[in-house]
């Protein structure tokens, strides 16, 4: 069998424009090219499609769980493997395992079991997202309140040495807890640093953001709003160039006017991307399951504590798309886009990730006429089909 192989598919989506009748060429678990479908060079495997189309696989930095498995309660190798093969399912090829505010104990143990990850390339392991400890208990949302706490020289240190050894390494965390000077060491040390959960003034986030941090967790929720003499964090965001924001777009998260009047005003091209925030749930028929040992129930397409909060999402990234497509009306290859290159560009790894231009991994999902996973490939290799 050649090592060369050609995917042929009615229609291809590269990440920024479109080909129709064409084929796209994998050698070694890279994209080497797509060509018209009349051109396929001699030798190579082909493999027709007949319906669908072809599109870069998804990216999503803020996955908490999957398949039964929910990071914090289980950090370890096996949960990393679980999480990412329960999200391939749903067109998710790259992503981040979230964990959510716990212990140093807890922490140290799922940064171990990223570079496990790492080392062994787990399929559709990216790296790690730390969402806390250091939050504003003013805006801790689902976060234990008795786990939230200031940045101290230990946990900064512990943050960077982790970062030498993961691919990647995404922290949120909040000007409340965290100084410009702690921030400006984390993204030093090559950290995104994100900022959410947190009720800051519109001035201490642009502190923060000319600080080094690069990004928003999940826009409009758990952070301070947009007022019309105090901008807050929402604000900050929507105005600082070269900030990008994750959004859970679910229709219950934010409200699609609020969606859309952010895609609007936010400054720079491909400034919010998609996550789905999703927890143990994905993947699985389960109605609940336990953090720091509190109930979260699932219903109605939300996730809830006793007392109502939200906690984390009943989404998955295809879902998400589809919702972007069919709700707020964006055209389908900008949907495309917020869930794969988008986010690799806001996490630097949009040279392999994101899209299907040469030299790029050749991570896809091949989507069904009326926008359904029908199968996912990583590294050229499929590793779910409907």
Known sequence: MSELQAICCPRIFDGEVWHDSAALLIE??????????????????????????IVPGFVDLQVNGGGGVLFNNAPDLDSIRTICSAHAQFGTTALLPTLITDTVAV??????????????????????????????????????????????????????SAAAALPNLLCTVAPESVSPEQIRTLAGAGIVVSIGHSDASYAAARAAFDAGASMATHLFNAMSQMGNREPGVVGAVLDAPGVTAGLIADGIHVHPAAIGAALRAKRGEGGIFLVTDAMSQTGTDLTSFTLNGRLITRSNGALRLDDGTLAGADLDMIDAVNYTVDTIGLPLDEALRMASLYPARALGVDETHGHLRPQARADFVILDPSRSVNSTWIGGEQVWSA
């Open 107 to 160: 922490n140290v143990a799922a940064m171990a079991a990223g570079v496990a990850a790492a080392g062994q390339s787990v399929p559709g392991f990216l790296g790690l997202h730390l969402e806390g400890p250091h939050l504003s208990l003013a805006r801790k949302g689902t976060h234990d309140p008795a786990l939230i706490r200031p940045m101290d020289d230990e946990d900064l240190a512990r943050l960077v």
């Open 28 to 53: 070694f678990g890279f994209v080497s090219g797509i060509v018209p479908a009349d051109a396929i060079p001699a030798g190579a495997t082909r493999v027709d499609l007949g319906q669908g189309m």
